[in-house]
């Protein structure tokens, strides 16, 4: 075997499904189909909250076609005990006794043909007697509108066992942090700015929208699923049944984008129930409306405070973050502690508090959207500190290079940064702004503006990869892992990580779709872990293999370092092209939990990501239309493993965090979203991007990482949204601190600065 | 959606018999792309519909009038129009923008105007350009303005077992014409609002105007009052203002989720002065 | 007239078939469920995302509100007919090379409007492109490199 490193790492390397993707050939489960299958809809509710006093499924299962009608009732005659939820077992997967938002799944039809059964799902009557209904987070905190008489806590996370059967609140869970003397340190401060900040409720919209596909064979359940968790779902829906975790399987082809919408239980469970209930094949495969009643993004809002020094040292930060969860709390629990812990901004403060809670109210549930709450944290700190900086008569650059938090300094929580280049990300995005040299900010009705953001974010921690690399008897490689592929390019990056292990051209590496049966345990493809925890597992399993292959060449009498082919030395071995070698690599980084009464720790993240914009705006002042001429995005990942990939992924999240920033917005009346359709709820198209986009990334490494890597799914959102308000004050001096800033929200604010406010209607 | 009849007529007036008046649930389907999408919503479950496609070839034809005017079959696709030589310019650009190439190659001329849906770009244009159609119905033939084409919000003074046949747009020699799209939400999205202006004259002088706001009114609308002060008027800025405000006045906006009315005053207020300084700065015709 | 199924004929990427169909399905519909062709999907349910497109007698159109009865005697063109023995076309070839896609799902839709467009115009600006594709939707916003594609296949093209 050859010594010589192949460096396929740091190569842009094609994604490996490339040819089945431009072919049409890849594999979703929107599109499967299984014989004898039998279509499911879902009849929902409309009204936001209330009793359920009867459900009325006589027409519909008396409709030509339809198999089978089901209601939350008849799932528990096959699981008794129907909640499900990773932080919390909240949610029924058929509403039971009360719905708790409008699009709350009640009843189920089946048939052969889903126009049947979505025409009988038409024709079921409910009968409610409606509750008070509570739709703000910060009304939530004290209404009289309770979603949930008690709180269910799942286990799975120790942190939260202290809040079974707490009563009467809508507060999910809350958690605090304690640094240093914040109340204190604003009473020696020069100077104290306090403002509040909102973000709006968004979907995430992958173009291929939720479905499952389940079946039962040989006494046990198979799940094709669109599920960006597959070792979750199995055991979760193991759990709900009462099984062993072998009798569920849970098997994952491509994603058609996924972006957190995917993860824990979506449309898993009902499936799953309803192949049991009607002993058919069943397809769960929603519409794009029906995405938006599944899963969403916390709105959220944040009062910041900050004590400044007169030479503009930022002594003293207090931070109250309230998320407005939905109906149900999903990962909405992770979302307050692990991105509520860096709420106070990548920024080296002494004094600092914060206080981040989880809000039950009667909306859909919301959950992790790419960024898992940082992109709602940024929007506000970002603001604040533009806003901070103009006061002061400051620059915003100088500003924040005077108070970044530097590596070896320790973060708010008490984790000190180690390869984390928040400075060199910031000294990259001025340099590149060109931030020094003078701006023409327009006359007339066009005005132009530019500002920058800087945001960082914790790794969801502690998890678990777990991987497994069989090395054929020709030395061709299959890996296998649970990371999902939804577009990131994670079977490619695996790949070249076990080719670079092993010493294996690219091209011989495969890389198995998580398939709970022959792939091992992943925690989940979420927050941007898996280039950091399966890369790890990966490796290790490939370094595993490796140094096997080297043993069994060492018995056969090869000396180190031959360059004999593997092949040959299997044929060597067993006499014949026969055998195989097996590496195993299971990846868990160190962790220590947030001591529940600071909220500190010295170890609560094993890396950090970070994520620049900077943004060049023109603002039709006549109209509020606003166009980014330029953005750049800058972020720190470590080393790019595969660097065009990592461009787009960066790119991607940027016009995604756009899109949220400039108009995405679920429209509400009366607790009905009533824009759950792409022709109005409007995402990014070709004409919605940066004229000019520029995507790089500061020279890094993250020594604890596979390769010196770690994660950037993310990273790209974080500036975007702060960064094109700042641009707006900048250019017109109008400060917009709620989400989107749609051209009417913008003229508005334009007139209202020139004491000529617009009429409301 | 269930399964409903399906006819295929060879002529339009065997289509119209097919067609009921007292019936809403029979409808004709041109390309369908609207009638599929109230379909699939549930809003509106057919029990027959009247497929058109087979119909005469002439209905399907863009050519040449007389005298430099253009003639268009219904049944002929948006982007029939945009492809023609024979449409004025005005109409070409204004489809380049018209949702996307798919729908313009299956949605039918005859079916954007007699849909009623005040966000449609046709409809303020061929306003502005004062078009005519010629429709089919069981009594015989007969020709409508489009100006005169709508009544209210998706309300036609078409009877449901009328077809528009013909679409007539008079010669534009002479004529400079621009229309202003004004979207909110994404750069590709149903206008919050329109407003088309057709102008006669030799440079900034102009003679003739035609002033139609669409989209943020329920209906395609001629502002007279805008008319009435650029006609025989040199264009300065003062004088679009006036224009923009005399439009405000004139203009009944309304709320939707586009924009407020209130903001839609003020983005009528500058964009007919854009539109007109558009229009005259293109080529008549 | 009847509200069953009816047999129509047409060409399928150059192929004559034979399709039983319901008068209210539409083209995805049948291209999954008659000839197991996943290329065309529905997403938005719309027509505004594109990745149910198809193009019928050489104009696309899109697939989730196109009757599939419409398709009687006329020529369908899905994504799976782009590559020719094996070999994929110059759109294909050029979205790889550029990065065109990521989770691949509206890909089969950007495809075909690329190739509609390289066929009435050879040399697009990236003007062009994003008037021709501005009905497709990319969540993964593969936008850049989506234009960098479309005008990537048209130097492959003339080639």
């Known amino acids: ?76 005659r096959v699981i008794p005990e129907p909640y499900y ?117 968004t979907m995430h919209t992958p173009m291929e929208p939720m479905a499952t596909v389940a079946e039962q064979r040989e006494g046990r359940l198979i799940l094709h699923s669109g599920t960006q968790s597959p070792s979750f779902v199995r055991i979760e829906i193991a759990r709900l049944l009462g099984w062993p975790e072998n009798k569920v399987r849970v098997r994952v082809p491509f994603l058609g984008g996924g972006f957190g919408a995917k993860v824990y239980i979506k449309t898993e469970a009902l499936a799953a129930a309803l192949v049991l209930l009607s002993g058919h094949p069943v397809k769960y495969a929603q519409t794009m409306e029906e995405q938006f009643y599944t899963i969403s993004k916390h709105p959220c809002t944040f ?46 403060i002494d004094n600092v508090k914060v206080d981040s809670y989880a809000l039950y109210t009667n909306r859909p549930p919301a959950g992790a959207l790419r960024g898992f709450g940082i992109p709602q944290l940024v929007w506000a700190y970002e603001s604040h500190t533009d806003l901070i900086a103009k006061e002061l008569g ?50 007339g009705p066009i005005r132009r503006g530019r500002g920058i953001a800087v945001g960082f974010k914790a790794s969801i921690s502690p998890t678990t990869s777990v991987a497994i690399v069989n090395v054929n008897a020709d030395g061709s490689v299959v890996v296998h892992c649970s990371t999902t592929d939804m577009g990131q390019g994670s079977d490619t990056v695996m790949a070249q990580i076990a080719a670079e292990v092993l010493d294996v051209p690219i091209e011989t590496v495969i890389v198995v779709h998580p398939d709970t049966d022959v792939t091992p345990y992943d925690m989940s493809t979420l927050g941007s872990r898996s280039t950091y925890h399966m890369g790890h597992a990966v490796r290790l399993a490939a370094t595993e293999a490796r140094d096997k292959l080297a043993e069994m060449a060492d018995e056969l009498g090869l000396p180190e370092g031959s360059n004999v082919p593997v092949k040959e030395v299997f044929i060597r071995k067993f006499g014949m092209q026969a055998g195989n070698v097996v590496g195993t690599g299971s990846f868990k980084p160190p962790y220590q939990p947030t001591n529940h009464e600071t909220g500190l720790s010295p170890n609560a993240t094993p890396y950090w990501m970070i994520g620049a914009t900077g943004v060049e705006i023109s603002i039709d002042t006549e109209t509020g239309h606003v166009t980014i001429d330029r953005m750049i995005n800058v972020a720190d990942l470590g080393t790019a493993l595969n660097p065009e990939i990592v461009a787009t992924q960066l790119s991607g999240a940027a016009v995604m965090q756009l899109g949220f920033t400039m108009t ?32 790089a990334v500061v020279e890094a490494e993250q020594k604890s990482g596979p390769f010196g890597a770690k994660g950037v799914g993310e990273s790209g959102t974080f500036g975007v949204s702060p960064a094109i308000a700042n641009a707006v004050d900048n250019a017109v001096g109008v400060r917009i601190s709620d989400m989107p800033l749609t051209p009417e929200k913008v003229f508005r604010a334009i007139r209202g600065a020139a004491s000529q406010p617009l009429e409301e209607a | 959606m269930m399964p409903f009849e399906f006819a295929e007529p060879t002529t339009l007036t065997e289509a119209v018999e097919l067609l009921d008046a007292d019936d809403p649930t029979v409808r004709p ?77 299956v949605a039918t001329i005859g079916g954007c105007l007699a849909h009623g849906d005040p ?167 | 007239m009847s509200t069953g199924k009816r047999t129509i004929e047409f060409t399928l990427n150059g192929r004559s078939v034979f399709a039983d169909v319901a008068p209210h399905w539409n083209m995805v519909e049948m291209l999954q469920g008659v000839f197991g062709m996943t290329g065309a999907r529905e997403s938005c349910g719309q027509g505004l995302c594109g990745c149910c497109t198809v193009l019928v007698d050489g104009a696309a159109v899109t697939g989730c509100l196109q009757l599939a009865t419409l398709s009687d005697g006329k020529s369908v063109e899905t994504v799976e007919g782009l590559a020719t023995d094996g070999e994929l076309s110059p759109e294909q070839q050029a979205f790889i090379e550029t990065g065109g896609f990521q989770c691949g799902y509206c890909t089969p839709g950007m495809l075909l409007m690329a190739k509609k467009l390289l066929d009435e115009n050879p040399d697009p600006s990236d003007d062009d492109v994003r008037h021709y594709l501005s009905g497709n939707l990319c969540r993964c916003a593969a936008y850049p490199e989506i234009i960098a594609a479309v005008k990537r296949a048209g130097e492959l093209r003339q080639e």
């Open chain 2, 29 to 105: 389907l041109g390309g369908g792309t609207a009638l599929m999408l109230m379909m699939k919503s549930g809003l509106f479950t057919p029990s027959v519909l009247v497929s058109l496609q087979k119909v005469e070839d002439n209905y399907r034809e863009v050519c040449a009038g007389t005298g430099g005017s253009l003639s268009a079959g219904a049944l002929a696709p948006l982007r029939a129009l945009e492809l023609s030589d024979a449409a004025p310019a005005v109409v070409r650009r204004t489809m380049k923008t018209l949702s996307n190439v798919r729908v313009r190659n």
């Open chain 2, 119 to 285: 966000h449609m770009d046709l409809p303020p244009v061929m306003t502005a350009l004062g078009a005519s159609v010629t429709t089919v119905g069981p009594g015989g033939t007969r020709t409508i303005n489009v100006e005169d084409l709508y009544e209210g919000y998706y309300e036609t003074v078409l009877a449901s077992n009328e077809l528009i046949a013909i679409l007539e747009v008079p010669a534009t020699a002479g004529v400079r014409a621009a229309y202003k799209k004004v979207t909110t939400r994404a750069a590709d999205d149903w206008p919050a609002l329109g407003v088309a202006v057709a102008l006669t004259g030799e440079g900034l002088n102009v003679a003739e105007a035609r002033v139609v706001v669409s989209a943020a009114t329920e209906k395609p609308t001629r502002m007279k009052a805008a008319e009435e002060l650029l006609m025989g008027a040199d264009v300065t800025d003062d004088l679009l203002k006036q224009a923009g405000d005399a439009a405000v006045d004139e203009a009944d906006l309304i709320t939707d989720p586009q924009g407020s009315a209130a903001y839609k005053r003020e983005l009528l207020r500058v964009t007919v002065g854009r539109a007109v300084r558009s229009a005259l700065e293109v080529e008549a015709g």
């Open chain 1, 303 to 348: 009062r910041i405070k900050s004590g400044v020094a007169a030479d503009g040292k930022v002594l003293a930060r207090e931070c109250e973050v309230w998320w407005n969860g939905g109906a149900y709390a999903d990962i909405g629990p992770r979302v307050t502690q692990k991105s509520g812990f860096t709420a106070a901004g990548p920024y080296d």
């Open chain 1, 85 to 201: 939820g990773p932080a919390f077992h909240d949610q029924p997967i058929l509403a039971l006794e009360k719905v708790r938002y409008v699009g709350e799944p009640i009843a189920v039809v089946l048939a052969e043909d889903p126009h049947v059964a979505e025409a009988a799902a038409q024709m079921i009557y409910a009968e409610y007697e409606e509750l008070p209904a509570v739709y703000d987070e910060i009304e939530a905190l004290d209404s009289e509108a309770i979603v949930h008489d008690e709180l269910k806590p799942a286990g799975t996370f120790p942190d939260l066992k202290h809040l079974a059967g707490r009563r009467d609140t809508n507060i999910a869970i809350d958690y605090h942090l304690t640094r240093g003397d914040a109340p204190g340190a604003f009473d020696g401060a020069a100077h104290v700015f306090e403002h509040t900040f909102r973000t709006q409720q």
């Open chain 1, 394 to 443: 400051l620059d915003p650059l100088a500003f924040r290079r005077q108070n970044i938090l530097k590596n070896g300094r320790p973060q708010a929580v008490g984790t000190e940064l180690v390869d984390t280049e928040i400075d060199g990300v910031l000294e990259e995005l001025g340099r590149r702004m060109n931030w020094s040299a003078p701006f023409e900010k327009g006359e």
């Open chain 1, 1 to 76: 075997m050859a010594t010589q490193m192949t460096t396929v790492i740091g190569q842009s390397i094609p994604r490996l499904e490339s040819d089945d993707k431009v072919t049409g050939r890849a594999e979703y489960i929107h599109t499967l189909r299984l014989p004898g299958m039998l279509h499911a809809k879902v009849f929902r509710s409309d009204i936001p909250h209330g009793h359920i006093k009867s459900i009325d499924t006589a027409d519909a299962a008396a409709m030509p076609g339809v198999y089978g009608v089901y209601t939350g009732e008849d799932i528990k």
């Open chain 1, 664 to 695: 995405e917005d679920m429209i509400y009346d009366g607790g009905q979203v009533t824009n759950a359709n792409l022709a109005d709820y409007k995402i990014p198209g070709f004409f919605d991007i940066p004229v000019t986009m520029e995507n």
